[in-house]
């Protein structure tokens, strides 16, 4: 666009400037271009310094360009206080200045009349300000005008309304070109923030393109503990003055972020040390020094979840554009924030349910609506003896075959049948084609529903009731070993009891006294089982596992061995124990610890008829060794592997008539075990035994 010049111009040199104005300002859509040729074109015209400043965005500073008569231009930056273009503005109008007519204070702070000598003519820009909106604040001035001068008060406003024109048309080629940039950039981030689902890659891609387009030092982002309701802030965001600092933490309501996710509205401070919500303790711990916050709220349907906070703007003040821009941002920013924590969560359940599966300990299958086979896990896999995962893809009801009357495939059409209580069914899987080979399973089953109630896949739970049976077993046998230890002391106790009261030993005071004897030592026997099955029963209900602490095991032996000592020494045995002072502790329970040793040594110097007996203590690698040895009678070598089950007695203890529950080995072995120790048997019989404890040293 190419302004027309006035019909009645003040005489034709005015006309050549027009024309010259025309000519340099025509394709010129330059803010800075502009006033740049202004300023030369005038200054060549009129034989005079012409001075052309314009305000910034902020109205803080003018850019000034001072262009000599000869040509020499400089541009340079002027405070707004100390320009005095401010006053100039005000009057609206074109006016001649004296500089008589300043008061001192003016004249000294501005650098316009430090360049003046007389007078000044100047005329404020837009030219009518009403007309135009896009002009930031102008000023055209003209410095110590001669008489002569073809620019006058009287025409200088013509010459204003001619060059209004050029500089809005270049104002808004700027903010069109902005908007533009601005624009593009938010694209680019909204079509970042939607290209990942990961938190720390969002942040990333935020950050610099943000801080550039709002001209900040820093950006935050807090976001809104669900639990607490706290607001703590993206650490990757905070910069080095917080890398040794505790993440930041501000309570609800706390500081201006908290005002802004309390309220859900956006804030603008820019001097943030004359507002009572701004929070200083982030920057008194930090070291970070604050001086203005835009902050707008992150908003997922109507409710906050966090803040984004543009901090210190670089060159100006925060306006109302800077806020629309951080709003465009915060809307996708939310978004992605919010799917980036439902992805992470959606991860960690598929995680735990996979591993739940994966971990069952009872066979799992899941089956499609067309009834094919989506998942197995190991256990399946090891009922069924299959190797691999081969079954994904085939049919349900070829994998799994019952010697039900209706079949696998009937009991999953009850399951989709059922409305609340889920069928469950006792049968016997079938591992081979020819049917002879069966495992007694009981399954049960239930459909996993679509979002539209529609199944989709079925689940099924195969619990082996072999394992369940010889569970069974295994506790009727110790039923029936109970009874059996039991029955022996108690049929003897009984039969010494009718003895003395038939009054077989009467008068006779010596077999009174063995028969009583006899049932002391029994009652003894009887109380020792049911002491030693106690102790069983705390050892198989993981007593351990729930009570553990540490134990200095110097400590155990402090008070076992003694007492020990002197029964080897009542019997004739030669006791030796070699246990270093600096032993390391192990976690457990030390009455357990104390049982086992006690049993160990108790063993030894029962069967041992005449010799040594021996304990020894060393710390290997990170395990403690204990061993304890005897020159016994030994065990025969076909009773070793049956050593530490229940109610086992070897035979040669038997002949030798050496009493016993036969639970103490294996109480041994439970409580070696439940402390993650091993223990290790050597024996040759009628030369000796010596057994090996393995326990791991509790971690320093």
Known sequence: M????????????????????????????????????IASELAEFTLTTAVVGTSNPSQNYFDVWISQPHGRLQQTRWENKKSSFTPMLAQGAAATLSKMSQSPAELVQSELWRLAQDSILCVPLPFPPEHYS???????????PGPYS?????NIEELARHLTVYLDRAALRHRSDRQEIEFATIYDITYSLTSTLNLDSIIAQLSDP???????????????????????FVTQLMGPLF???????????????????????PVIVNNVYTDTRFHAQVDRDSGFQTHSILAVPLVIENRVIGIVEAINKLHGSFTDHDLRLLRMVSAPLAVAIENARLHTSVLAEERRVKTIFENMAEGMLTVNAEGRVTATNESLLTLLHKENHNLIGQRADQVIKIDSEHGFAHFLEQILQSDDEYPQLACNLILNNNGRTHVPVLISGAPILNEDDEVYETILVFSDLGQIREVERMRDDFFHGIVHELRTPLATILMYARLLREGRAKDDQAKADRFLGVIER?????QMMVRQMLQLAKLEASHIQRSSEVIQLSRVFDQLLPPMADQATEKGLTFIQRLPADLPPVQGVEETLYLIFKN????????????????????????IVVRVKDGGIGIPKEALPNLFRRFYRAQSAVEKGIAGTGLGLYMVKEGVEKHG?????????????????????APQ
Not at 4 to 26: C, H, I, S, V, Y
Not at 522 to 526: A, G, K, P, T, V
């Open 522 to 526: 029994e009652s003894d026997r009887l």
């Open 677 to 697: 120790g091993t223990i290790e048997v050597q024996s040759t019989e009628g030369e000796g035994t010596t057994f090996t404890v393995r326990l791991p040293a």
């Open 600 to 623: 160990l040594i108790d063993n030894a110097i029962k069967f041992t008829l005449s010799g040594t007996v021996r304990i020894d203590a060393q710390t290997e690698g990170k395990e």
């Open 210 to 232: 943000v801080r550039r387009s709002l001209d900040v030092e820093s950006l935050s982002i807090g976001l809104i503990e669900p639990a607490s309701g706290d607001i703590i």
């Open 134 to 144: 896009y002009t930031p604040p102008t000023i055209l001035c003209l410095l110590d």
């Open 2 to 37: 190419i302004a027309t010049a006035p019909t009645q111009p003040t005489n034709k040199n005015l006309f050549d400037l027009w024309q010259r104005l025309n000519l340099e300002l025509g394709n010129n859509f330059d803010t800075h271009g502009v006033c740049a040729a």
């Open 150 to 154: 073809s620019i006058t008060q009287d």
């Open 243 to 265: 890398q040794n600092m505790a993440p930041i933490r501000l309570k609800a309501g706390q500081g201006i972020a908290g005002w802004v996710a309390d309220h859900g509205e």
